[in-house]
């Protein structure tokens, strides 16, 4: 049995990213653990959705809980630093925000359950955070020199293949189903190329489990969502492949697996 532990910036963001890998993993009787920055303070809430004083941070730690359980995560922690925000909104500036934290400090901490768990593969996200939220750069920031604090050598960017991105999106708009403008500044800014890319895992086999955990995030991610309305080919074509670039090893698509 290996281990694998995802590391993320908000509840709900190890479903989309890097759902299918961790339920494959499961599946496969491999220990998967799973490790969030921050409770998702900042998340918008539809009215009616949270009880009687709930916070939002309370219903999205229980919600990732339910999702974990769905995928077979076998531990789940979270490292209780504030959500940011989006970029440039007052939320960055709160001392006690993922973005405003010491890099040596977070990732003192997060390497401490690394050593703990001994990965064999550990996933983070790309320099840019995917898509440039600052809790996700700082995934990437505090990740990596976790890793390399912990001795932890199989080191994963989970990301998003750009160039496929590009496909979906041009086909969405031919289709009506999407408005050229919503795919100004995603071309660009997105993940990563495909040339850039080493990994490429298959979760189609998953797709249920993966449509299901995130459900249960229903705080953020509502049934009458893009995500949960989509058509089944569509969702397959988005969320069938989950892709990585490996730091350390040179580009190309060689890998299917983490583990």
């Given at each position: 049995?290996?281990?694998?532990v995802?590391?993320?910036?908000?509840?709900d963001?190890?479903?989309?990213t890097?759902?299918?890998?961790?339920?494959?993993a499961?599946?496969?009787?491999?220990?998967?653990?799973?490790?969030?920055?921050?409770?998702?303070?900042?998340?918008?809430?539809?009215?009616?959705?949270l009880?009687?004083g709930?916070?939002?941070?309370?219903?999205?730690v229980?919600?990732?809980?339910?999702a974990?359980?769905i995928?077979?995560?076998a531990?789940?922690?979270?490292?209780?630093?504030?959500?940011?925000?989006?970029?440039?909104?007052?939320a960055?500036?709160?001392?006690g925000?993922?973005?405003?934290?010491?890099?040596?400090e977070a990732a003192?901490?997060?390497?401490?359950l690394?050593?703990?768990?001994?990965?064999d593969a550990?996933?983070v996200?790309?320099?840019?955070?995917?898509y440039?939220?600052?809790?996700?750069?700082q995934?990437?920031?505090?990740?990596?020199?976790?890793?390399e604090?912990?001795?932890v050598?199989?080191?994963?960017?989970?990301?998003?293949?750009?160039d496929e991105m590009r496909?979906l999106?041009?086909?969405?708009v031919?289709e009506?189903?999407?408005d050229?403008?919503?795919?100004?500044?995603?071309?660009?800014?997105?993940?990563?190329?495909?040339?850039?890319?080493?990994?490429?895992?298959?979760?189609?086999e998953?797709?249920?489990?993966k449509?299901?955990?995130l459900s249960?995030?229903?705080?953020q991610i509502?049934?009458?969502?893009f995500?949960?309305?989509?058509?089944p080919e569509?969702?397959?074509a988005?969320?069938?492949?989950?892709?990585?670039?490996r730091?350390?090893?040179?580009p190309g698509?060689?890998e299917?697996?983490l583990?």
């Amino acid at each position: 049995m290996a281990t694998l532990v995802t590391f993320h910036a908000h509840p709900d963001d190890e479903v989309i990213t890097t759902g299918g890998t961790m339920a494959r993993a499961a599946a496969d009787g491999h220990r998967v653990v799973l490790i969030v920055a921050t409770a998702g303070e900042h998340g918008e809430v539809a009215d009616g959705i949270l009880g009687e004083g709930e916070s939002l941070g309370e219903r999205r730690v229980k919600e990732l809980h339910e999702a974990a359980a769905i995928l077979g995560v076998a531990r789940v922690e979270v490292l209780g630093y504030r959500d940011s925000g989006m970029i440039s909104t007052p939320a960055n500036d709160d001392p006690g925000c993922f973005w405003r934290a010491d890099v040596e400090e977070a990732a003192g901490r997060l390497a401490a359950l690394l050593r703990e768990e001994q990965p064999d593969a550990f996933t983070v996200y790309d320099p840019n955070g995917n898509y440039g939220h600052p809790d996700h750069i700082q995934v990437h920031r505090v990740g990596v020199r976790a890793a390399e604090m912990a001795g932890v050598e199989r080191v994963f960017e989970a990301t998003v293949n750009r160039d496929e991105m590009r496909k979906l999106f041009r086909r969405a708009v031919e289709e009506g189903l999407m408005d050229a403008p919503t795919t100004e500044g995603v071309d660009r800014t997105m993940g990563l190329p495909e040339a850039e890319l080493t990994t490429r895992v298959d979760v189609l086999e998953f797709l249920e489990l993966k449509k299901r955990a995130l459900s249960a995030h229903a705080s953020q991610i509502p049934a009458d969502s893009f995500f949960l309305t989509m058509p089944p080919e569509a969702f397959a074509a988005a969320f069938g492949t989950e892709w990585y670039r490996r730091l350390g090893v040179p580009p190309g698509l060689r890998e299917t697996a983490l583990l």
